[in-house]
């Protein structure tokens, strides 16, 4: 019987108080607790020792920027710029083509 005396809300003053919190900024621990996680920009190896020339024959720099099932891993997860990619690419692929680097893990 309580409930059916309660004063049932006004619609248009709902809509006007949740524009009001729509506008008003949060407090600064809200912001804080709703921030995604900012990764640090990777930066090109290769690029900062200033490397011209990516070699096939240098397995030990090579073996980092392949992953354990014998895939090239991708610039995103490397960090490297675009155009030492490109080097990078095909100097595991030259270094495979004479068994210098695996094509596949072993099963």
């Not at 200033?50 to 997860?77: A, S």
Request: glycine share 2%; aromatic share 8%; hydrophobic share 35%.
């Amino acid at each position: 019987m309580t409930e059916e005396l309660k004063p049932q809300p006004d619609p248009q003053s709902e809509g006007a108080a949740q524009e009001r919190t729509r506008t008003t900024p949060p407090p600064a621990s809200a912001r804080r607790s709703k921030r995604q996680f900012f990764r640090k920009k990777k930066v090109c190896r290769f690029c900062a020792e200033r490397v011209d020339f990516i070699d096939y024959k240098n397995v030990e720099l090579l073996q980092p920027y392949i992953q354990e099932r014998g895939k090239i891993v991708p610039r995103r997860m490397s960090g490297t710029c675009s155009r030492h990619q490109r080097w990078l690419k095909i100097a595991i692929k030259r270094a495979r083509n004479i068994a210098l680097l695996p094509f596949a893990a072993e099963l």
